[in-house]
């Protein structure tokens, strides 16, 4: 998946929209003042109309709000503005496109299956697919952007309720808890819906994670080295007389740079090379 990514990289990064996050968002803000006109019924993802000659709806529902217009909604979208900013920048502006993108072509997918089951099932196929239309959104997309986040950042804290500071991972071990909960008791809709929206979280962390990293050996060798790195060094110095444990190879920040800054050591590159959460995915591999 690494090689298969890096190599479309290659041939088609160019074409990658940056500041993908940006245009979701202003997607919603149509989608919202469609809701308030009464016009979004005609933009959703429904595989009876689609059939049916209203193609626009394959790319018109993705801008279907995710739920309904209030403070507590502006807040979240720019939460996920803020989270899906920062992976691309850790991953780079091609495979955020490629993670966002691969979740809607999934969700439309998983829409078309499950109408087709249906069908396979006797309900008629004007009633199945205004179901769908109900029950697919960019609700579970927007969750897969939460998941990746804490998958990359498991220790960021964030303000629960503007007051209660918690890490970011306990939040998204809710998240899958809820998730599991609906899978098993929804019915057919709702398992196909979570199923197709979130698989491209599923597929990019299989794919793109490093097994190697996590065996007895590895875990050994790494533990060792931070021990050896912490007797042999008493760390960084910066300019101000402060001592720091990480520095970044490319960019020379520390951890007194910033608030939740993170380092990470790079396992395919030849030696032990530090790099902040910035460049931890985008640097050249030594």
């Known amino acids: 998946m690494e090689k298969f990514l890096n190599k479309l990289e290659r041939k088609y990064g ?3 929209i940056s500041n993908l996050s940006l245009y979701i968002i202003i997607a919603y803000v149509i989608g919202y003042i469609l809701t308030l006109t009464g016009s979004v019924e005609f933009i ?15 790319v018109t ?6 739920s309904t217009l209030n403070i507590f909604t502006i807040i979240m979208l720019f939460f996920y503005y803020s989270l899906g900013t920062s992976l691309e920048r850790t991953w780079g502006t091609f495979r955020y496109n490629i993670y ?4 809607m072509l999934f969700t439309i997918l998983g829409a078309f299956l499950l109408y087709v089951i249906y069908l396979l099932l006797g309900y008629p196929g004007e009633v199945v697919g205004m179901f769908i239309s109900n029950a697919f959104s960019t609700y ?10 804490a998958a990359v950042y498991p220790n960021m804290q964030v303000l629960l309720y503007f007051i209660i500071p918690v890490k970011i991972k306990w939040l998204a071990w809710l998240d899958v808890a809820v998730l599991l ?5 929804g019915n057919m809709g709702i398992k196909v819906a979570i199923l197709a929206s979130l698989l491209n979280f599923i597929i990019f962390f299989l794919g793109t994670v490093d097994i190697k990293r996590f065996t007895p050996k590895e875990v050994h060798r790494r533990t060792e ?20 444990k990480h520095k970044c190879v490319i960019c020379g920040r520390t951890e007194l740079d910033g608030d939740h800054l993170e380092f990470r050591y790079c396992s395919k590159c030849n030696g032990n090379y530090e790099y902040c959460q910035d460049h931890l995915f985008t640097h050249e591999h030594r």
């Open 225 to 244: 080295f931070k021990k050896q790195t912490v007797s042999a060094t008493p760390g960084y110095t910066t300019t101000d007389g402060k001592t720091a």
């Open 100 to 103: 966002i993108f691969s979740g």
């Open 140 to 149: 579970y997309i927007n969750l897969s952007i939460f998941l990746a986040f």
């Open 14 to 16: 160019r074409y990658a």
């Open 61 to 66: 529902w993705i801008i279907v709000p995710p």
């Open 181 to 185: 909960i609906s899978f098993f008791t």
């Open 44 to 58: 959703s993802l429904n595989p009876y109309q689609i059939l049916h000659g209203q193609i626009w709806r394959i």
